[in-house]
């Protein structure tokens, strides 16, 4: 057994359907394959409609699977109507949702321009609230039980230097999941969140380590387990999150990130970087002086 294998046992999606927003490529895609090989067929949504076509034909090769594309902007709120009114004709069986698609780049706040705030919040926040909303209103009036998965991330609730749009955005996206997950149980639609550490996509690399920048900061040293995530174990999570097997798990979110935030936080991290040899001394020093 290993991280990099898959986890739930075949056919644990069998029957059901997923939406997934920037399903075309990155943590999208594998989870989108993911949920493909247990049995879900799939509707993805992404701007470059391209790129979705040559997902869905991966995956549809793959798996067997029916994989829908709805070339969209998840900032377009008519649009996004027209796509769930035709994914909800072409996939009757449509009850799963995850907020994936995200924008994001890094930069000195003082230098942002009012558009730059708008473009990250306006895919994050308000996005994930459009997507959340529309199925939710298709999954009430076709007395359909839901699950909206969101991907978030560790700031979310720390907050982070240089993406502040990003973690202001995230974090309502938390906040939006603990409301909705205890307002709409009556429906029976239940909401959860990951908060993924780094899990290497060109996508997040591309915007957040621009230029030289991974040489100055590499995330791997700030990880207690020494690596970056596995698509692989990012998907096995989200696909147990979206499946029936996590039917009591409602408004959680739920981090995979090696413990890295944690140690960002801890008073004495620092001290990690400390030789062996300093324990000695000072565990002989503090010997010393209680033996007195
Ligand atoms: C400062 C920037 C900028 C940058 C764009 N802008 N990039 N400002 N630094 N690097 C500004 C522009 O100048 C413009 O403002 C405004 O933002 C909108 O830019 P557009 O290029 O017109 O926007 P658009 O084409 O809509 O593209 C949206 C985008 C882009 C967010 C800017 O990066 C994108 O499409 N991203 C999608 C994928 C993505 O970001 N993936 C990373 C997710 S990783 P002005 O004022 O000039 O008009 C992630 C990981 C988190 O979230 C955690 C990691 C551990
Ligand atoms: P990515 O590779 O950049 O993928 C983002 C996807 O979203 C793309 O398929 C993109 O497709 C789509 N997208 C972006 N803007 C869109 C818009 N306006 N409308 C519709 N689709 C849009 O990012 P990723 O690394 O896979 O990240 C996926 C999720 O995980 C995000 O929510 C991110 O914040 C989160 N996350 C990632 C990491 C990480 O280390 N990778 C860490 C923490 C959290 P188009 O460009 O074709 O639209």
Redesign the pocket.
């Given at each position: 057994m290993s991280y990099k294998e898959e986890m739930l046992q075949p056919g644990a999606l069998k029957g059901k359907a997923a939406m997934i927003?920037?399903?075309?490529?990155?943590?999208?895609?594998s989870m989108g394959r993911y949920f493909a090989k247990l049995g879900a067929d799939l509707a993805i949504?992404?701007?470059?409609e391209e790129?979705?076509e040559k997902a869905a034909k991966e995956i549809e090769a793959e798996s067997g699977q029916k994989v829908y594309c709805y070339p969209?902007?998840?900032?377009d709120y008519e649009r996004l109507s027209e796509v769930v009114e035709q994914a909800g004709k072409d996939l009757p069986h449509l009850s799963i949702l995850v907020n994936?698609?995200?924008?994001?780049f890094i930069s000195p706040s003082e230098r942002l321009s009012h558009r730059a705030f708008d473009a990250v919040v306006d895919?994050?926040l308000k996005?994930s609230f459009y997507m959340t909303q529309l199925l939710a209103k298709h999954w009430i009036a076709e007395k359909m039980a839901g699950t909206v998965l969101s991907?978030?991330?560790t700031y979310a609730w720390t907050g982070s230097p240089y993406v502040v749009p990003?973690a202001c955005a995230?974090a309502g996206v938390l906040a939006m999941t603990r409301s909705l997950a205890v307002e709409w149980s009556k429906y029976k639609i239940r909401l959860n969140a990951i908060?993924?550490?780094?899990?290497?996509?060109?996508?997040?690399w591309s915007?957040l380590m621009p230029g030289g920048l991974a040489e100055k900061f590499d995330p791997k040293k700030i990880i207690p387990v020494g690596r970056y995530?596995e698509h692989q174990e990012l998907a096995n999570l989200a696909a147990y999150l979206v499946s029936d097997y996590s039917a009591f798990i409602n408004g959680e979110v739920v981090t995979i990130d090696g413990g890295e935030w944690l140690q960002g936080a801890g008073e004495f991290s620092p001290l990690l970087d400390l030789p062996e040899v300093y324990w000695d001394q000072l565990e002989a020093q503090v010997k010393r002086s209680r033996n007195k």
């Amino acid at each position: 057994m290993s991280y990099k294998e898959e986890m739930l046992q075949p056919g644990a999606l069998k029957g059901k359907a997923a939406m997934i927003t920037g399903g075309g490529s990155g943590l999208g895609k594998s989870m989108g394959r993911y949920f493909a090989k247990l049995g879900a067929d799939l509707a993805i949504i992404g701007r470059n409609e391209e790129k979705l076509e040559k997902a869905a034909k991966e995956i549809e090769a793959e798996s067997g699977q029916k994989v829908y594309c709805y070339p969209a902007d998840v900032r377009d709120y008519e649009r996004l109507s027209e796509v769930v009114e035709q994914a909800g004709k072409d996939l009757p069986h449509l009850s799963i949702l995850v907020n994936n698609a995200a924008g994001n780049f890094i930069s000195p706040s003082e230098r942002l321009s009012h558009r730059a705030f708008d473009a990250v919040v306006d895919i994050v926040l308000k996005g994930s609230f459009y997507m959340t909303q529309l199925l939710a209103k298709h999954w009430i009036a076709e007395k359909m039980a839901g699950t909206v998965l969101s991907i978030t991330t560790t700031y979310a609730w720390t907050g982070s230097p240089y993406v502040v749009p990003s973690a202001c955005a995230k974090a309502g996206v938390l906040a939006m999941t603990r409301s909705l997950a205890v307002e709409w149980s009556k429906y029976k639609i239940r909401l959860n969140a990951i908060a993924p550490g780094p899990f290497p996509t060109e996508g997040a690399w591309s915007r957040l380590m621009p230029g030289g920048l991974a040489e100055k900061f590499d995330p791997k040293k700030i990880i207690p387990v020494g690596r970056y995530g596995e698509h692989q174990e990012l998907a096995n999570l989200a696909a147990y999150l979206v499946s029936d097997y996590s039917a009591f798990i409602n408004g959680e979110v739920v981090t995979i990130d090696g413990g890295e935030w944690l140690q960002g936080a801890g008073e004495f991290s620092p001290l990690l970087d400390l030789p062996e040899v300093y324990w000695d001394q000072l565990e002989a020093q503090v010997k010393r002086s209680r033996n007195k």
